[in-house]
């Protein structure tokens, strides 16, 4: 099946400092990938959604100049914290999808994001 | 709007006894329905879905789901449960065929099966 990366998988950071996660689709060519949030016990939050060659899409609430999304190609993706402060500690999942319309969403492994 | 409820935090089921973890959705138009498993520090699983056809839909390690229409609901079901099979399980909707468009998911439910 298709298999999503991610990179790291874990990351520990100074508040203040910007971390970069990768995601990448190994296996085949995702014309969009999505970026979610996810809290302790809690459920998946859909922060963006990024085509390739073009601008995210941000999901409400959601801060486009702190979490950068850029989606330079087939098959990668990348999300930047800037300036991260500890209320941005979380695991951060992303997912991909093929150039048809019709390929499901295949999720990475995610990324555990601590902000000190 | 479409939206998922998961209405079990938690469900504890002992090894051998069936397992079922409970789905209902609201969308406006018809619904793609999923089930994802995730592991400790894992990313999603997939472990089924319902697109049209056969209302029970069976997917991998041994699990299925029914789509009843009429009580909007998608639970998930296991007929003997695994202690493996514990994990956090989601439930997500989404409308339309196109991938690209969002997906909705419930709040979880942690699955946990004693020996």
């Known amino acids: 099946g298709a298999v999503v990366s991610q990179h790291p998988s874990r990351v520990i950071c100074k508040s203040g400092t910007s971390v970069k996660i990768e995601c990448r689709s190994l296996?085949?060519?995702?014309?969009?990938m999505f970026w979610y949030r996810q809290f302790p016990k809690k459920s998946l939050m859909l922060m963006a959604t990024?085509?390739?060659?073009?601008?995210?899409?941000?999901e409400q609430g959601v801060e486009k100049d702190k979490f950068l999304i850029n989606h330079a190609s087939l098959t990668l993706s990348t999300l930047t914290v800037t300036s991260a402060h500890p209320e941005d500690s979380s695991f951060y999942i992303c997912?991909?999808?093929?150039?048809?319309?019709?390929?499901?969403?295949?999720f990475g492994p995610g990324t555990r994001l601590t902000v000190l | 709007a479409q939206s998922v409820a998961q209405p079990e935090d938690q469900v504890n089921v002992a090894e051998g006894n069936p397992l079922t973890v409970k789905c209902t959705y609201s969308?406006?138009?018809?619904?793609?329905l999923f089930w994802y498993v995730q592991y400790p520090n894992r990313g999603l699983q997939f472990l089924l879905k319902?697109?049209?056809?056969?209302?029970l839909v069976k997917g991998s390690y041994g699990f299925e789901a029914e789509f009843n229409k009429s009580q909007t609901s998608f639970h998930l079901k296991k007929p003997s449960a695994l202690v493996s099979d514990s994990a956090l399980y989601f439930c997500?909707?989404?409308?339309?065929?196109?991938?690209?468009?969002?997906?909705?998911f419930g709040g979880g439910t942690r699955v946990l099966v004693k020996p």
């Open positions: 319902y697109i049209t056809g056969d209302n």
């Open positions: 997500a909707v989404r409308v339309g065929k196109a991938a690209g468009n969002k997906l909705t």
């Open positions: 997912s991909a999808k093929g150039t048809s319309s019709y390929n499901e969403q295949f």
């Open positions: 990024s085509n390739e060659g073009s601008k995210a899409t941000y």
């Open positions: 296996d085949f060519q995702a014309t969009t």
């Open positions: 969308v406006s138009g018809n619904p793609y």
